[in-house]
Structures are given as structure tokens and as C-alpha cells.
């Protein structure tokens, strides 16, 4: 492990299957462009992880994430049907990840809408996501009935609401939406949604405060994006929204998230490992450039960060250096090399 004055925040590397190990290159060329502090620990997960060492999520890899706490991941694959469970999932219990973080911001002009700028906090590891599922048989259809069952603690409820809080305080944001469906879900949503108030109210005077039923928040989404800031929510809905947000600039392409929780924080692009694209040196690195960037301000590296972000911009709107999937012609390596030229450009400004 490199550990020294420059590099002295220990975090934990994977490279990750398909576009994972371009993608994951390119960025760390840039962070290093950037000087950021990051001393990498680099192992395997994923289907390269079962490759090498028989496990998708091996040991050796959980281990290094136990100690640095802190973690940058390239997609992995997962296996339709039968094969193994999820890494991505198990991560998630392994570490009580029980935020995720997805900021949609506008990068390139010219879409359906500009400017838009909201973050999404939504609850990772309660809901109606726990699986808790089972079928009714009835004569000859053994999946007669189906039940699932969802699951909200108020402890769970107030944990993600505080983070959400917390985040708007840290980060400059107005206002927070607690987003629900505690007209029906009465007692599932509800009980996410009086926890949330509460939460809310410690903040009076810092951070607004106002909730929207999730399907008008849907619409509203639509029409009127510019009236959100932060909005927190539950698991099921957090998943629905944050892909309608990833769409309203541009797509899946962009999206960096963040998956914070008690024992570690992972940031990662939302893209899967393009299998169609792996190997030909065309994926586009921006999607995991901007989880950097949300794991520089994790570390309370907000100067790189918005560096980082800057130089982005610029290539994009300015160098007009782009990758094929945004409509340019841009290798995967060209536009690593324009964004680094940016940041050093910058250094050189910030020095002079
Ligand atoms: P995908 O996101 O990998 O690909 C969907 C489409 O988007 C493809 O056409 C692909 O070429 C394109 N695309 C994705 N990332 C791109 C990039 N950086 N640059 C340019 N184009 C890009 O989704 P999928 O095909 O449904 O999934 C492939 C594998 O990834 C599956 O095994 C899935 O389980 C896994 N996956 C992993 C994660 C993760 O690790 N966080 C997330 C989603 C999917």
C-alpha cells in the first residue's frame, strides 16, 4: 500500500468487470492529475472477482473495504436468472450502505430542460425492498397469491432523514422534500413520513422543508424540476425517481451515485459493465469522474471536487470533446486526456 503525505487517505480500488477496468483507469488518471490524496488498495469483485479467486465478492476485497471505509467501484456483472447473488447488493448489507446518493445535474445544454441541479437521498436497505416474499398456492397455480411485505423503522426512517438534512446543511441546498405515499401505504410510509417531519424540524431556520406524494413528485418532476432541491425518500421510490431524474439530463451515462452508510461509503457509476462496449476503448468515463467528485467532497476535498467538475464542463461544453454515446467521436483515452489538460490549464492559473 503507498501511504505518504500526498496519499494519505487509504481507499480501497475496484476495478469491476466489462467497461469497469477502462472506466476506472481513466478516472484514476485524472484523480492523479488532480493530486488526490487517495492511497489505493486495489482488488477484485464481480465476475472478475469469481474468476480469480472463486468469489464474486472474495474476501480479501471485503476486508480492504472493512479498513479503508472507503471505496471506488467499476460496475459488476451480474449473472440474469441463476448464477451468483448481487455483489452490488451484498455490499450494501455488508456495510449498512443506507443512503444513495444521486445528484442530477445538467452537463450539456440543449436538452429537454437546463439547469437542473436536485439530489436524490434515498433509503438503501428498508422498504419494500427487504424480500420479504412469498406465494399462496390455490388448487393447481402455486403462485395463486402473491404477498411481499415491507419493512420501515423508525430508526432506519430518522437515520436517512437526518443524512439528508445533514447533506442540505453541508452542502449549500435550501430546501429538502420528503417524498411518500402515506395516504395508502398508511403505516409503511407513514411512519417514514411523521419521522421525517420530526427530523425536519431541528432544521427550521437552515433547510425548508416541504413533502410531495410520490407520483405527483413524479409529475411535478416533469414539469417543474427547478422546485427541487433534495428530496428523500424510500427505498422503492428512491430507485423509481432517481432514474427519472437521471433522464431528465441526459440519461444513466452521467450518473454518479453514493452509497454511504455506517462502516463505509462506495462510489460508483449507476451504468452497469456495457459488455457491448468492453474492450474497444470507446465507454465513457463520466458517469465514475462524477462519483469521484462526490467521493473528494466525502472527504472534505471540496476544492478538487469542483475542479474536478470544472474541468468537465469545460471539455464538454467548451473543447467540445465528447463520447460517442453524448454524440461525439471521443475515445474513452481522448477524453481523459482533454479533461486532464483542463485541470492542469487551471493549476497553472491557480498558480500564476
Ligand atoms: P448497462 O448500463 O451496462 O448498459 C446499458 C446500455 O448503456 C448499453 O447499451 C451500454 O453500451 C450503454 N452504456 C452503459 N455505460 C456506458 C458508458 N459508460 N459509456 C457508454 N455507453 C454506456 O446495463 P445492462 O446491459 O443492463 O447491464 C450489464 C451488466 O451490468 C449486467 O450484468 C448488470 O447486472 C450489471 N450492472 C451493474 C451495475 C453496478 O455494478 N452498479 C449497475 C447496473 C447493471
Known amino acids: 500500500m503507498q501511504f505518504d503525505a500526498e496519499k494519505s487517505i487509504p481507499a480501497t480500488l475496484i476495478a469491476g468487470d466489462g467497461i469497469g477496468p ?5 478516472t484514476i488518471t485524472v484523480l492523479d492529475a488532480l493530486n488526490a490524496p487517495f492511497a489505493w488498495e486495489t482488488h477484485k469483485a464481480g465476475m472478475s472477482g469469481l474468476e480469480a479467486l ?7 476485497t471485503l476486508d480492504s473495504i472493512r479498513r479503508t471505509r472507503l471505496a471506488l467501484k467499476g460496475p459488476l456483472t451480474t449473472p440474469v436468472g441463476g448464477g451468483y447473488r448481487s455483489s452490488n ?9 443506507y443512503a444513495n446518493v444521486r445528484r442530477a445535474r445538467t452537463l450539456l445544454p440543449g436538452g429537454r430542460y437546463e439547469d437542473i441541479d436536485v439530489v436524490l437521498v434515498r433509503e438503501n436497505l428498508e422498504g419494500l425492498y427487504v424480500g420479504f416474499e412469498h406465494y ?3 388448487g393447481n397455480d402455486p403462485h395463486a397469491v402473491a404477498i411481499g411485505s415491507g419493512v420501515n423503522t423508525r430508526a432506519g426512517c430518522r437515520r436517512i432523514a437526518e443524512y439528508a438534512f445533514e447533506y442540505a446543511v453541508r452542502n449549500g441546498r435550501k430546501k429538502v422534500t420528503i417524498v411518500h405515499k402515506a395516504n395508502i401505504l398508511k403505516a409503511l410510509t407513514g411512519l417514514f413520513l411523521e419521522t421525517a417531519r420530526e427530523v425536519g424540524k431541528h432544521y427550521e431556520g437552515r433547510v425548508k422543508m416541504d413533502d410531495r406524494i410520490v407520483d405527483a413528485c413524479a409529475m411535478q418532476l416533469v414539469l417543474n424540476p427547478w422546485q427541487f432541491d433534495v428530496i428523500v425518500t424510500t427505498n422503492l421510490f428512491g430507485d423509481i425517481l432517481s432514474d427519472e431524474m437521471a433522464g431528465l439530463v441526459g440519461g444513466l451515462g452521467m450518473a454518479p451515485a453514493a452509497n454511504i452508510g455506517v462502516d463505509a461509503a462506495i462510489f460508483e457509476a449507476v451504468h452497469g ?8 476503448g470507446v465507454a465513457n468515463p463520466l458517469a465514475l469522474l462524477l462519483a469521484a467528485a462526490m467521493m473528494l467532497d466525502h472527504v472534505d476535498r471540496n476544492d478538487l471536487a469542483q475542479l474536478l467538475r470544472k474541468a468537465i464542463d469545460q471539455t464538454l461544453n467548451e473543447d467540445k470533446v465528447r463520447t460517442g454515446d453524448l454524440g461525439g467521436t471521443a475515445s474513452t483515452t481522448e477524453f481523459v486526456q482533454a479533461v486532464v489538460r483542463r485541470i492542469e490549464a487551471d493549476r497553472k492559473l491557480m498558480m500564476s
Open 273 to 280: 459493465s456495457a459488455p457491448d462496449l468492453a474492450g474497444k
Open 22 to 26: 477502462e472506466i476506472v483507469e481513466a
Open 89 to 97: 447488493v451484498r455490499l450494501r448489507e455488508e456495510f449498512q450502505l
Open 54 to 60: 472463486g468469489d464474486p465478492l472474495p474476501q480479501i
Open 136 to 138: 399462496i398456492p390455490i
